[in-house]
């Protein structure tokens, strides 16, 4: 067993992975008998690789480690593992052994019979195939007829590092397995927290003598704001985004590191201050309502952004963009105040029911705007009598089928059908709008139409 000061070492340098060093320790430890198969399984970025390697290197045993994704066929992982197997025996008087083997492995039977010779009257070797369980083109006995090579070569020990292993997927009784949990919130905040980014970059004010004599009267305290935001911003990030999507310790490292420089740049502006927080939060909460640091993409953010922004239209025919515009008005509109917003005679200021004047008393109900209520169902006679009000020429081409792209913008789902007969043409059918107020802004513009004037509030 390691000693106890060795061991307080891993953890520092493993963290969260107590449990798994002890017992790959009290297993691969030379003072003891070892199986001859040990299987390390957990999901990705749990730490797998990087406890095995330090723990056998800590142990003092003689190991190689195959990464068996990089093998392209079974033959070229036999004679990867026989040439790593013959690498790791660097005894000088095994100099003239190492130039008479051959590298030659054709078949598992062949890789035992070269380990045979290698490892006769050594001591304990231990070989980790990482990520066998993905090798590309293997056949159903790859994993079963290495798992047995221990059982013929005693003082060989296999270590199988899976993901998910199947059950009994070796054909064996009695594998020993450990089990690497997935890190929780507080793991995984407190692993990545250990290497914290810095608020201020330093690294490009070497150039300028100016900027190096202030970076020299830098406060104490600047690493300790690092820290101290640098924890408080990863709790973010996890709440927001890594939970549900980057769980993983690598993708959570990687969001955090695509969020930090416009999380910081207030800072760095010097329009807030390092310890403004719940302020930093409020100013940049699109940062973490949003999914785009989640997305790889070759194109940079601000480029795409750019283009975006700058040419940001909808390609409808013309009359068809009067049809959605009616049809999200009919939907938001209650349909008795249509004359109102579309007859000529309407445009004169009506008197209030009456008489008087209002005693300027607060209202009891507080009205809630029409945009942020749901979509009403209408009728089509309704749609087509507020199409025929908003066009600016109130005349339609002869050319022009209307009814066709009242049923291309229902085959697009712009349009919902909600009730109605069988022909989604007929005059008593329901419709409801499938669009967003930003959609039909935008598509209002384009045609230039003023869609709010003729929207109720």
Known sequence: MLPESLLIFLDDQIP??????????????????????LVLHGLEATGKSFTIKNVLEALGTRHAIIQSQECITTRHLLERTLIACTHAVERPEDALRLEVLDTKCENVSALVVQLQQLLEGKEKFVLVLDGIDRQREAPPTLLPALARMGEVIPNLIVVMVVTAPRP???????????????YDRTDSIAIVSQTPFAIFDHSSQHNDAADDSVQQDLPPETNEDDVWLWSRF????????????ARDIVSFRRTCEKIWEPFVKPIRDS??????????????????????????????????????????????????????????LASYNPSRQDQVYFMKASEKKRRKKG????????????????????????????????????????????TADIMIQIATLATLRLLVKMSGPADVLDAGTKWKVNVGWDFVKTIAKCVRFDIESYLAE
Not at 235 to 244: H, I
Not at 271 to 299: H, P, Y
Not at 360 to 378: N, S, T
Request: aromatic share 10%; hydrophobic share 40%.
């Open 355 to 398: 008489g008087g004047t209002s005693t300027g008393r607060p209202a009891k109900h507080r009205k809630i705007q029409r945009k942020l209520l749901g979509p009403q169902a209408f009728i089509q006679e309704r749609l087509l009598a507020i199409f025929h009000a908003i066009l600016p020429d109130r005349m339609i081409s002869g």
């Open 16 to 37: 969260r992975r107590q449990l798994q060093i002890r017992q790959i320790a009290s297993l691969l430890d030379s003072s003891f008998p070892s199986p001859s198969i």
């Open 234 to 245: 990863c709790g973010a990030v996890w709440d927001s985004l890594g939970k549900g999507a």
């Open 168 to 182: 009994r997927f070796l054909h064996l009784a009695g594998v020993p397995h450990i089990h690497f949990v997935p």
């Open 271 to 328: 329009i807030l201050g390092t310890r403004d927080f719940s302020k930093l939060m409020v100013r940049n909460r699109v940062l973490f309502q949003g999914e785009a640091t989640l997305i790889e993409t070759v194109v940079s953010a601000n480029c795409s952004d750019s283009k975006k922004g700058s040419r940001r239209s909808y390609q409808f025919p013309y009359y068809t963009n009067f049809l959605l515009i009616a049809a999200y």
